[in-house]
Structure formats: structure tokens, C-alpha cells
């Protein structure tokens, strides 16, 4: 009955990408639909437009729907092969992620309204799937599906940059984005493939298990007790008893764990399908007294090899064994979550107790004998140079994608050629999956290398890009270009508060990164919906900052919104923005670095300048003649305000954004 | 057999970099065969015989041809490279840079006995794996469909999207007629050949 349930529950732990599947799934079916109604002669070539894009947020919101329903997130496990993890950390962006796209498809759904009317269902095709590679980006737990939901997302944002075909700047803009991010790839596939080289492995915790043996004291001459020998070429972890014990013992095998996990599923089937356990591996390596069980890589203890694992123990009755088990929180973890686990209530318990106090007792056992569970790696053999510089490359291609300081001259022109909706979602969404994986990568698998090494060189880029993204958009007439410094000044930000290094700098940094959303949501809605009145339409659709004069006599409400948008992204008090940025100040104060704090307060004055002339230019401005826009609808209208009301009640109760973040952030750590 | 890697090494190398040196594109494209050509030489001495056939038959056979034939199709004029004064001696300096460290960084790793490295190692042989010996194929497909289906999945969603991207970047609509660069086969068959 046991083994029944266990295998649903492995079944089940297998789904735990549904919203993913569901969003490819529907993403291939919508498309076929489509284009067998969209290009088909005989039905008149159907025009698709307001009803792809209610399709294309279905899809999201049912997601989004899968993603909240999600039970299988407590037990904080990975899944597909390691490959994913399914924490609260990447619940919570996925969750910020589906919202603010659900909200981005909306406001260019209406805004595309009063545009001419055009065929291209691709665009939304290509947004959902941007939107795929952004989820499945968020919980990549490895370099290579990291790498690809990279690339999913990024060859979107090639074609939806260049998407406007007879416009000779979004083909330029499309085709420089995509030297630019063929430029990334190849820095980050450089990068993971020295990493690979060094230490064999390209899972996160892997990489975390790698430093943490690392920086473990040495104690080389062990008389009693047991000793792994990580090796870090081919990540074979051999076990073997020390010299007082190694007489009884058979020789010592080395395996993969992917190996042994597989082995240790094989076992489980047999002993479910033929009630018995052959096992003819442990019975070889088993002696009279002692059993030497190894499991050693960090990621193979999770959940339910654990159960599986002490199930068989239990049913074996060694008397005298001896089990050498790598110890870790998540075990002890996972046990926890298990508990709140709703579908595992069934299952007895006693077992599982039982087996949690024959795990108490082995640990007992190993403070008797003052053996170690784990030796350290010889740090003669490892050279770490490599590996940073692996490291190193890696976070430049990140940071390319992130268009921080000295890699974002791509994103001036990218965001001025392309299309504004496109301009829309570069700006507003990609980010923080980008950040999550930066995180990942810092904080999880390399945190020795970015804490001892290069820690200063990113408090470094982010003053460098709060520099730039203050003087650059000084000289700025085109609101996009305006519009791209600003975001490389927050990027900025986002990377002061990340670099912090403790808890409550990256807790302000994911909150930061929302509040940005919703505020870049709140901004571009206005740009969207601000639509030239004239007779004849023609493609320019760029403004210039003087196109904005006299809206306050037009639409006096559309520029008390835009006012108190730009008000809240210079960060002045009432509204939410300031609220991000002295967080983020005091978090640099908190963690004494002075010098950089003081820069960026002064610098983020100098940017208020830009931010401050574009509100002079809708109210203060002496001209009698400026630009006409259509006014805009009742669902417009509702839109905007509660975007922009968003923005004064979150100031004033902040905590809904800040705890979902909260948990996330103390799960991970 | 070391005579022959360093060999393959050295054509790759130099075939690597004339691709990127010689200004007609059309023996760029030569050299990236070349360079394709001595990587499956280095598979095959490596003994990684699926891995060499699949480089030929899929990298030399298919995209490199392809390429061959969007070039000899493409009107390119010949340009000089311009040396601009500011991009040249910067990008110059920080490849430099670059190129030092991670030479360093490899020289230091691999400057040292490895053998010596591993002493602890245990010098058990897994007779049973020695034995019984997968081809090449089947591993390749155990590990693609099995350990690696989800990154499977995901290339396969990125090739679908290059599949649209072309689509929709070339079709003909009635919307954008007279707008977008079209193909002019008269005028491609006409002009005289980029060799």
C-alpha cells in the first residue's frame, strides 16, 4: 500500500513543471489553430487580433492558476533529473512573472485597438513564448537548462524586436540584439564549459557541495571513521572506512550518483514487484558486521530517496549496521515538509519515525566515534583560478543580458529601434528571472569565489551603471533612450542591494525588482495609450520628450498619472519609489559600504534631474501649441488608475510584496 | 597518436582563425569546413566515432553547404576593414587581457602532475562495466531521451520558434508589400558570382 502511494507521489514530483507544460502545450495548439485560420484563402484570411491576445493571457492566467495550485511546492525538492527546483524562491517570481505579463498582454491588447488593423498572431506566440523561457528560468537548477531557457527567451525577443518588418530601425534594432546576445551565449557557454572542465558537474548543488568540502578544516590523517574522496573530474564519490575498519570491509566502489540514484530506483521497483530485495549490489558490498551505505552527493539526499533508502533499511534488520549517510539540513528538511505534504497522511507513520530515529542514531553514533561524515578536498588539488574565471565569463554574459554599465550600449538602440510594446517588455519583465538565476549562481553554487573575489567588482558595476544611467539620460530628447537609462540606473540598484551579500540586500532587491514592474507597468501603459490624433497614420511612433507639452490641458488626468509615475521612479516620498530606494541605501549603509551608498545617493539625486524635466515639460511649459491625442476609453482609463493607485497603497502598506519575498528569500537561505 | 591530436589541434586552430581573418566570405565558409572537418578528425581519435560521423554528416554536410549557398547567393561587397581608433587598440587591450588570464589560469592547473594529483584515488577497476560495454548510439540515446529529455524538449521549443521567426520574417502579406526586401531571382541570377 506504502509502495503504491510513494510511487504516486514520484510520479507526481515528475509533473511539478505543469504550468510550463501546460504553457508549450497550449503555445504549439494555439499556433496551429492560428495559422489554419489565419492564412487560409478560402475562409478570406480571418483578421486575428483582440482574440489572440484574450487567448494569450487565457493562457497565462491558467498558468498562473496551475502555478498557485501547485502542492508539490513544500517539499522544496528537485525534479526531472535534478534539473529543476521547485522552491518558494521560484514561486514566488514565476508568480510575479505570470501576473505582470498577464497585465502587459492586457494593455497592449487595448492599446492595439485604435492602431490599423494587422494579421500578426505571431506576436503572441512569441510573447507566451518568452514567457516560457522566463518560468522555466526561474527554476532552472543547472547551467544547461539555464542556458537554454536563455536562449528561448532571447530568440523571442530578437524576432518581437525586429517585428515591425518595414521599419528599417526595428530590423536594425532586431539584428543588433541578436549579435549582442549571440556575443552573450558564447561567453556564457565558455564559461559553464571551464566550469564543467574543473569540477565536473553543472548542477548548482553540486557546485555549492564542491566549495562546501572545500572550506571544511582539513584533518589529514583520519585513523577511525569514514572519508570520501571528492573528485572533482568526474564527481565519483568513493567511500571507504578508515584503517581500523578497512580490514573487514570489501573493497570500496566508486559511482556517479546519477548511477546510484538510478540504482537505488531499480532496487525499489524489484523489491515492489517481487516483494523481495535482491539487491546483489549491497549484499556484495555488506559484510558480516557492517554495511557501508554511501550517499554522498548533496542533491541525490532529497525527499524520496531518502524515504526509499531508510524503508530498505528498515526491512533489511541489519543488527550491527553501520551506515555512513551524508547529513544534511534539506533531510531533516524534507522530513518537515513532509508533514504539511497533504497526500502523504496515509501513509503510516511509524515507518517513517522509526526510520528517523534509526537516522538519529546513526548520527549519534558518528559524535561517539568523533568521525567525520565528510573530509575535506586537498586544497593542493584544486585550483580555483579557473573556476572564477569560468564564473567570471558567466556573469558577463548575464550581465550583457542585464544591460549593465559597461555591456549596455546594445540596449540604447534596441530600445529605440524596436517596436514600443517590445521596448514594453524588455523593459519591464525579463529582469528578474535574470536576477533569480544571478542569484542562484552567486549565492548557492559559487558563494566563496563572488564573496572572496569579486564581491567589489560588483558593487563596482553598480555604481558604474547608477553613473550612467544618471548622466547618460541627461542629454536625452527620445523618451525611449530616456527611458532605457533609467533602466540601466535601476539595474544599477537592483545590483547595489544584490551585492550586499546578506539576507535583507537581496530580500530588497526582489522587492525592488516588483515594485519596478509595477511601476514600469504603470508608465508604459501611459506611453502605450497616448495615441496621436491625425488624419493619416504613419509609423512614427517614438515621442520625443516635447510631444508630451500641453497634456495636461488635453487629458489633465493621464498627466497627474504620468507625473506621479515618473514622481514614484525618481523616488520622491509619498509614493512607493521612495520607499525601494532607501531600503536599498540602508541596506548598502547596514552592510558599511559607505563610499558606495554616498555615491549613489548623490548620483540618484542627478537622475531625479531627468525625471523632475519631464514633469516641467507637462505642466510648466509657456506653449500654446503641442500634440493632440485621442482620448482615451473606459478600460484604458481603469487600467491606468489602478496601476497608478497601486503605487501610493503600496507605500503605505507595503508588506503584501514584501512578505511574499520574505518567505522566499529566508526558504532559500 | 599525440603526433596526430597535435596535429588536428593545430588545423583547427588555424583554420579558426582564417575564418575570422580572410576578407571573402565565401573562404570564411571554406575554413569553417576545414575546421569542422579536423574537429571530427579529433572526435574520431578521441574514439568518439557517433560524435565524428554526426559533426560530418550534420555540420559538413548540411549547415556548412547551406552556408555556402546563402553566401554565393548574397550580393556582399568587398570592404576593407576599417581600423577605427578608439575600438581597435581598446578591444585589442582587453582581448589581450582576457586571453592572458585564462592561459594563465589553464597553466596553472595543468601544469601539475595529475597522477600524482589522485594518488588517494582508489585503483579499483569496474571489471563488470569494462565488460559489458554500451555502443556508442545507445548511450548517446539513453542520455538524450532519457536524462536530458527536459532540455531536449526546450531545444526542440526553440527550434519551433526559428521556425515561425523565418516564417513570419518572409512571408508575403498584402499589408507589407512594397515595404519589405524581397528576392529578386532575376536580378541574383544576373549579377556576376562572388568568386
Given at each position: 500500500?506504502?509502495?503504491?502511494?510513494l510511487?504516486?507521489?514520484y510520479?507526481?514530483?515528475?509533473?511539478?513543471?505543469?504550468?510550463?507544460?501546460?504553457?508549450?502545450?497550449?503555445?504549439?495548439?494555439f499556433t496551429?489553430?492560428?495559422?489554419?485560420?489565419?492564412?487560409?484563402?478560402?475562409?478570406?484570411?480571418?483578421i486575428?487580433?483582440?482574440?489572440?491576445?484574450?487567448?494569450?493571457?487565457?493562457?497565462?492566467?491558467?498558468?498562473?492558476?496551475?502555478?498557485?495550485?501547485?502542492?508539490?511546492?513544500?517539499?522544496?525538492?528537485?525534479?526531472?533529473?535534478?534539473?529543476?527546483?521547485?522552491d518558494?524562491?521560484?514561486?514566488?517570481?514565476?508568480?510575479l512573472?505570470?501576473?505582470?505579463?498577464?497585465?502587459?498582454?492586457?494593455?497592449?491588447?487595448?492599446?492595439?485597438?485604435?492602431?490599423?488593423?494587422?494579421?500578426?498572431?505571431?506576436?503572441?506566440?512569441?510573447?507566451?513564448?518568452?514567457v516560457?523561457?522566463?518560468?522555466?528560468l526561474?527554476?532552472?537548477?543547472?547551467?544547461?537548462?539555464?542556458?537554454?531557457?536563455?536562449?528561448?527567451?532571447?530568440?523571442?525577443?530578437?524576432?518581437m524586436?525586429?517585428?515591425?518588418?518595414?521599419?528599417?530601425?526595428?530590423?536594425?534594432?532586431?539584428?543588433?540584439?541578436?549579435?549582442?546576445?549571440?556575443?552573450?551565449?558564447?561567453?556564457?557557454?565558455?564559461?559553464?564549459?571551464?566550469?564543467?572542465?574543473?569540477?565536473?558537474?553543472?548542477?548548482?548543488?553540486?557546485?555549492?557541495?564542491?566549495?562546501?568540502?572545500?572550506?571544511?578544516p582539513?584533518?589529514?590523517?583520519?585513523?577511525?571513521?569514514?572519508?570520501i574522496?571528492?573528485?572533482?573530474?568526474?564527481?565519483?564519490?568513493s567511500?571507504?572506512?578508515?584503517e581500523?575498519?578497512?580490514?573487514?570491509?570489501?573493497?570500496?566502489y566508486?559511482?556517479?550518483?546519477?548511477?546510484?540514484?538510478?540504482?537505488?530506483?531499480?532496487?525499489?521497483?524489484?523489491?515492489?514487484?517481487?516483494?523481495?530485495?535482491?539487491?546483489?549490489?549491497?549484499?556484495?558490498?555488506?559484510?558480516?558486521?557492517?554495511?557501508?551505505?554511501?550517499?554522498?552527493?548533496?542533491?541525490?539526499?532529497?525527499?524520496?530517496?531518502s524515504?526509499?533508502?531508510?524503508?530498505?533499511?528498515?526491512?533489511?534488520?541489519?543488527?550491527?549496521?553501520?551506515?555512513?549517510?551524508?547529513?544534511?539540513?534539506?533531510?531533516?528538511?524534507?522530513?518537515?515538509?513532509?508533514?504539511?505534504?497533504?497526500?502523504?497522511?496515509?501513509?503510516?507513520?511509524?515507518?517513517?519515525?522509526?526510520?528517523?530515529?534509526?537516522?538519529?542514531q546513526?548520527s549519534?553514533l558518528?559524535?561517539?566515534?568523533?568521525?567525520?561524515?565528510?573530509?575535506?578536498?586537498?586544497?593542493?588539488?584544486?585550483?580555483?583560478?579557473?573556476?572564477?574565471?569560468?564564473?567570471?565569463?558567466?556573469?558577463?554574459?548575464?550581465?550583457?543580458?542585464?544591460?549593465?554599465?559597461?555591456?549596455?550600449?546594445w540596449?540604447?538602440?534596441?530600445?529605440?529601434?524596436s517596436?514600443?510594446?517590445?521596448t514594453?517588455?524588455?523593459?519591464?519583465?525579463?529582469?528578474?528571472?535574470?536576477?533569480v538565476?544571478?542569484?542562484?549562481?552567486?549565492?548557492v553554487?559559487?558563494?566563496?569565489?563572488?564573496?572572496?573575489?569579486?564581491?567589489i567588482?560588483?558593487?563596482?558595476?553598480a555604481?558604474?551603471s547608477?553613473?550612467?544611467?544618471?548622466?547618460?539620460?541627461?542629454e536625452q530628447?527620445?523618451?525611449?533612450?530616456?527611458?532605457?537609462?533609467?533602466?540601466?540606473?535601476?539595474?544599477?540598484?537592483?545590483?547595489?542591494?544584490?551585492?550586499?551579500?546578506n539576507?535583507?540586500?537581496?530580500?530588497?532587491?526582489?522587492?525592488?525588482?516588483?515594485?519596478?514592474?509595477?511601476?514600469?507597468?504603470?508608465?508604459?501603459?501611459?506611453?502605450?495609450f497616448?495615441?496621436q490624433?491625425?488624419?493619416?497614420?504613419?509609423?512614427?511612433?517614438?515621442?520625443?520628450?516635447?510631444?508630451?507639452?500641453?497634456?495636461?490641458?488635453?487629458?489633465?488626468?493621464?498627466?497627474f498619472?504620468?507625473?506621479?509615475?515618473?514622481f514614484?521612479?525618481?523616488?520622491i516620498?509619498?509614493l512607493?519609489?521612495?520607499?525601494i530606494?532607501?531600503?536599498?541605501?540602508?541596506?548598502?549603509?547596514?552592510?558599511?559600504?559607505?563610499?558606495?551608498?554616498?555615491?549613489s545617493i548623490?548620483?540618484?539625486?542627478?537622475?531625479?534631474?531627468?525625471?523632475?524635466?519631464?514633469?516641467?515639460?507637462?505642466?510648466?511649459?509657456?506653449?500654446?501649441?503641442?500634440?493632440?491625442?485621442?482620448?482615451?476609453?473606459?478600460?484604458?482609463?481603469?487600467?491606468?488608475?489602478?496601476?497608478?493607485?497601486?503605487?501610493?497603497?503600496?507605500?503605505?502598506?507595503?508588506?503584501?510584496?514584501?512578505?511574499?519575498?520574505?518567505?522566499?528569500?529566508?526558504?532559500?537561505? | 597518436?599525440?603526433?596526430?591530436?597535435?596535429?588536428?589541434?593545430?588545423l583547427?586552430?588555424?583554420?579558426?582563425?582564417l575564418?575570422?581573418?580572410?576578407?571573402?566570405?565565401?573562404?570564411?565558409?571554406?575554413?569553417?569546413?576545414?575546421?569542422?572537418?579536423?574537429?571530427?578528425?579529433?572526435?574520431?581519435?578521441?574514439?568518439?566515432?557517433?560524435?565524428?560521423?554526426?559533426f560530418?554528416?550534420?555540420?559538413?554536410?548540411?549547415?556548412?553547404?547551406l552556408?555556402l549557398?546563402?553566401?554565393?547567393?548574397?550580393?556582399?561587397?568587398?570592404?576593407?576593414?576599417?581600423m577605427?581608433?578608439?575600438?581597435?587598440?581598446?578591444?585589442?587591450?582587453?582581448?589581450?587581457?582576457?586571453?592572458?588570464?585564462?592561459?594563465?589560469?589553464?597553466?596553472?592547473?595543468?601544469?601539475?602532475?595529475?597522477?600524482?594529483?589522485?594518488?588517494?584515488?582508489?585503483?579499483y577497476?569496474?571489471w563488470?562495466?569494462?565488460?559489458?560495454?554500451?555502443?556508442?548510439?545507445?548511450?548517446?540515446?539513453?542520455?538524450?531521451?532519457?536524462?536530458?529529455?527536459?532540455q531536449?524538449?526546450?531545444?526542440g521549443?526553440?527550434?519551433y520558434?526559428?521556425?515561425?521567426?523565418?516564417?513570419?520574417?518572409?512571408?508575403?502579406?498584402?499589408?507589407?508589400?512594397?515595404?519589405?526586401?524581397?528576392?529578386?531571382?532575376?536580378?541574383?541570377?544576373?549579377?556576376k558570382?562572388?568568386?
Amino acid at each position: 500500500m506504502m509502495n503504491q502511494e510513494l510511487f504516486q507521489i514520484y510520479h507526481l514530483k515528475e509533473m511539478s513543471l505543469s504550468a510550463e507544460l501546460f504553457l508549450s502545450c497550449s503555445i504549439l495548439q494555439f499556433t496551429f489553430y492560428a495559422v489554419s485560420t489565419a492564412y487560409q484563402r478560402r475562409a478570406g484570411f480571418i483578421i486575428l487580433n483582440q482574440q489572440v491576445y484574450y487567448i494569450g493571457s487565457l493562457f497565462v492566467i491558467l498558468s498562473l492558476f496551475l502555478l498557485l495550485n501547485e502542492d508539490l511546492l513544500i517539499m522544496n525538492s528537485f525534479n526531472s533529473n535534478n534539473f529543476i527546483i521547485n522552491d518558494y524562491l521560484s514561486f514566488a517570481t514565476k508568480l510575479l512573472i505570470c501576473i505582470t505579463s498577464v497585465a502587459f498582454l492586457t494593455i497592449i491588447n487595448i492599446s492595439f485597438r485604435d492602431e490599423p488593423i494587422q494579421n500578426n498572431f505571431e506576436y503572441v506566440v512569441l510573447i507566451t513564448i518568452s514567457v516560457l523561457g522566463l518560468l522555466l528560468l526561474c527554476s532552472a537548477n543547472d547551467l544547461i537548462t539555464a542556458y537554454l531557457a536563455i536562449e528561448l527567451h532571447s530568440i523571442a525577443f530578437y524576432i518581437m524586436s525586429a517585428f515591425k518588418r518595414n521599419s528599417s530601425y526595428s530590423i536594425e534594432s532586431g539584428l543588433k540584439y541578436f549579435i549582442i546576445g549571440a556575443l552573450s551565449s558564447a561567453f556564457f557557454l565558455f564559461g559553464s564549459s571551464i566550469v564543467y572542465g574543473c569540477m565536473g558537474s553543472l548542477i548548482f548543488d553540486d557546485l555549492r557541495m564542491f566549495f562546501s568540502l572545500l572550506s571544511l578544516p582539513t584533518q589529514n590523517n583520519l585513523n577511525l571513521g569514514s572519508a570520501i574522496i571528492f573528485d572533482p573530474s568526474i564527481l565519483s564519490c568513493s567511500a571507504y572506512l578508515g584503517e581500523n575498519f578497512q580490514t573487514n570491509l570489501p573493497q570500496p566502489y566508486s559511482t556517479t550518483p546519477d548511477n546510484l540514484l538510478d540504482w537505488c530506483f531499480f532496487n525499489y521497483e524489484v523489491s515492489v514487484l517481487s516483494q523481495s530485495f535482491p539487491s546483489s549490489f549491497l549484499q556484495a558490498s555488506c559484510n558480516e558486521d557492517f554495511l557501508v551505505y554511501p550517499i554522498f552527493s548533496y542533491f541525490f539526499i532529497d525527499f524520496l530517496t531518502s524515504i526509499f533508502i531508510l524503508d530498505w533499511i528498515i526491512n533489511q534488520e541489519f543488527v550491527n549496521g553501520l551506515f555512513l549517510i551524508y547529513y544534511d539540513v534539506s533531510f531533516i528538511k524534507s522530513f518537515s515538509a513532509f508533514e504539511f505534504f497533504p497526500s502523504l497522511s496515509n501513509i503510516a507513520k511509524t515507518s517513517i519515525e522509526s526510520s528517523l530515529s534509526i537516522f538519529y542514531q546513526i548520527s549519534e553514533l558518528y559524535q561517539v566515534f568523533n568521525a567525520p561524515i565528510l573530509t575535506p578536498i586537498d586544497c593542493s588539488m584544486v585550483n580555483l583560478d579557473l573556476v572564477s574565471i569560468g564564473f567570471f565569463l558567466i556573469c558577463v554574459s548575464l550581465f550583457i543580458k542585464l544591460s549593465i554599465a559597461p555591456f549596455h550600449f546594445w540596449s540604447l538602440d534596441v530600445y529605440e529601434g524596436s517596436p514600443s510594446t517590445t521596448t514594453f517588455f524588455f523593459a519591464v519583465i525579463p529582469k528578474i528571472s535574470l536576477f533569480v538565476l544571478l542569484m542562484r549562481l552567486c549565492y548557492v553554487s559559487f558563494y566563496e569565489i563572488f564573496v572572496n573575489d569579486f564581491q567589489i567588482y560588483f558593487f563596482a558595476l553598480a555604481v558604474l551603471s547608477i553613473f550612467v544611467g544618471a548622466l547618460g539620460g541627461l542629454e536625452q530628447r527620445k523618451l525611449k533612450t530616456l527611458l532605457a537609462y533609467s533602466s540601466i540606473s535601476h539595474t544599477g540598484y537592483l545590483l547595489l542591494s544584490f551585492s550586499t551579500g546578506n539576507v535583507e540586500g537581496i530580500l530588497m532587491m526582489f522587492y525592488y525588482l516588483a515594485i519596478y514592474m509595477i511601476s514600469g507597468l504603470s508608465f508604459w501603459a501611459v506611453y502605450l495609450f497616448l495615441i496621436q490624433k491625425r488624419d493619416i497614420y504613419y509609423n512614427k511612433n517614438n515621442k520625443e520628450l516635447g510631444d508630451l507639452v500641453l497634456l495636461k490641458e488635453s487629458n489633465p488626468m493621464l498627466a497627474f498619472i504620468l507625473a506621479m509615475t515618473l514622481f514614484s521612479l525618481a523616488g520622491i516620498p509619498p509614493l512607493v519609489g521612495f520607499l525601494i530606494k532607501i531600503g536599498v541605501f540602508s541596506v548598502a549603509i547596514k552592510s558599511s559600504a559607505y563610499l558606495v551608498s554616498v555615491i549613489s545617493i548623490v548620483l540618484s539625486v542627478i537622475s531625479t534631474f531627468y525625471y523632475i524635466r519631464l514633469i516641467k515639460i507637462l505642466y510648466f511649459e509657456n506653449t500654446l501649441v503641442g500634440k493632440l491625442y485621442v482620448p482615451i476609453r473606459t478600460q484604458k482609463a481603469l487600467l491606468i488608475s489602478v496601476l497608478a493607485l497601486s503605487l501610493i497603497v503600496l507605500c503605505f502598506d507595503p508588506m503584501v510584496i514584501y512578505l511574499l519575498f520574505y518567505k522566499a528569500i529566508f526558504i532559500a537561505n | 597518436m599525440i603526433f596526430l591530436t597535435y596535429l588536428m589541434c593545430a588545423l583547427l586552430l588555424i583554420s579558426a582563425s582564417l575564418v575570422i581573418i580572410s576578407k571573402n566570405p565565401f573562404h570564411s565558409v571554406l575554413f569553417l569546413v576545414a575546421s569542422f572537418l579536423s574537429a571530427s578528425m579529433l572526435l574520431f581519435l578521441f574514439e568518439n566515432e557517433f560524435l565524428a560521423l554526426f559533426f560530418l554528416i550534420i555540420y559538413l554536410g548540411a549547415i556548412a553547404i547551406l552556408f555556402l549557398f546563402v553566401v554565393m547567393m548574397l550580393d556582399i561587397k568587398y570592404r576593407e576593414l576599417q581600423m577605427s581608433r578608439l575600438y581597435f587598440p581598446v578591444g585589442v587591450l582587453i582581448g589581450a587581457t582576457v586571453l592572458i588570464e585564462v592561459y594563465g589560469a589553464f597553466l596553472k592547473v595543468f601544469s601539475k602532475n595529475t597522477n600524482l594529483c589522485f594518488k588517494e584515488h582508489n585503483s579499483y577497476i569496474n571489471w563488470y562495466d569494462n565488460l559489458d560495454a554500451l555502443p556508442d548510439v545507445y548511450v548517446f540515446g539513453q542520455i538524450f531521451y532519457t536524462q536530458y529529455v527536459l532540455q531536449i524538449l526546450i531545444a526542440g521549443l526553440i527550434l519551433y520558434l526559428a521556425v515561425i521567426a523565418v516564417a513570419f520574417l518572409t512571408v508575403k502579406t498584402s499589408f507589407h508589400r512594397g515595404m519589405v526586401k524581397e528576392q529578386s531571382v532575376s536580378r541574383q541570377l544576373s549579377r556576376k558570382n562572388v568568386l
